[in-house]
């Protein structure tokens, strides 16, 4: 192969994969706005049906590419990671005949949705985990795969019928909220925690609670009224 033969290869790769990347980053953006929108509408219904006035319900809208949702005890953190992804060679994405016609379908933006204790965000415990709820994978088409918990994931198992619209994230807001309020905090072993040193205490002090992840933690039955006005 010739200099320029490699000169238009390296073209050709550049203007192909370069403007295909760009071109789903800015329909995820455009996604990741509408998302928003249906965050803004679905959030406020849904506390004007709380039968509690103690159960949290809110959401900010932290940057272009980060929105927070406080569900009761929960908070949902939605992030638009600023890069394109294609799938690994041995996805099962790769067998559907949607993808395999145009590899060019295979490169996806991505919405990442974190779950957190609330009192992990609110109080900012830099040391507290939270989980990987699901991720959004959005294509040049406006087609879509989730992985994640069962209730999103089995809902929308095929790419080649999943085409994005605010109706859909109506219903995928809804079952990610069933699937964050799902799962508690469960008291982590006695040995696990039964030793303590003077900066954990301290630590503990200032965050009125035991370190937690979304799998591990309590709440102290000694917990301040400010603790439980929130359930």
């Given at each position: 192969m010739s200099v320029k033969e490699l000169q238009d290869t390296v073209l050709n790769l550049l203007h192909d994969k370069v403007t295909l990347k760009q071109d789903v980053l800015a329909l995820t953006k455009k996604w990741f706005k509408e998302l928003n929108e249906v965050i803004a509408s679905e959030v406020p219904s849904l506390k004007l049906?709380?039968?509690?006035?103690?159960?949290?319900?809110?959401?900010?809208?932290?940057?272009?590419?980060?929105?927070?949702?406080?569900?009761?005890s929960d908070a949902l953190i939605f992030h638009l990671h600023t890069n394109v992804f294609t799938i690994p060679e041995d996805?099962?994405?790769?067998?559907?005949?949607?993808?395999?016609?145009d590899f060019s379908r295979g490169y996806f933006g991505v919405i990442y949705v974190y779950n957190?204790?609330?009192?992990s965000i609110l109080q900012n415990?830099?040391?507290?985990?939270?989980?990987?709820?699901?991720?959004?994978?959005?294509?040049k088409e406006n087609h879509f795969v989730v992985e994640g918990?069962?209730?999103?994931a089995l809902r929308f198992p095929k790419i080649s019928k999943n085409i994005l619209s605010k109706e859909v994230f109506v219903e995928m807001l809804h079952l990610l909220f069933l699937g964050a309020?799902?799962?508690?905090?469960?008291?982590?072993p006695y040995d696990a925690?039964?030793?303590?040193?003077?900066d954990q205490l301290n630590e503990l002090s200032e965050n009125l609670g035991i370190r937690t992840n979304k799998t591990l933690g309590f709440r102290s039955s000694n917990a301040t009224d400010s603790e439980e006005a929130y359930v």
């Open positions: 049906g709380l039968r509690d006035q103690r159960i949290r319900m809110d959401f900010t809208v932290k940057s272009d590419y980060e929105t927070r949702i406080m569900i009761g996805n099962p994405l790769w067998k559907d005949v949607y993808v395999k016609k957190f204790s609330a009192q415990r830099i040391g507290d985990e939270g989980a990987l709820l699901a991720r959004i994978y959005i294509n918990v069962q209730q999103v309020v799902s799962n508690d905090l469960i008291i982590p925690v039964s030793g303590i040193n003077v």
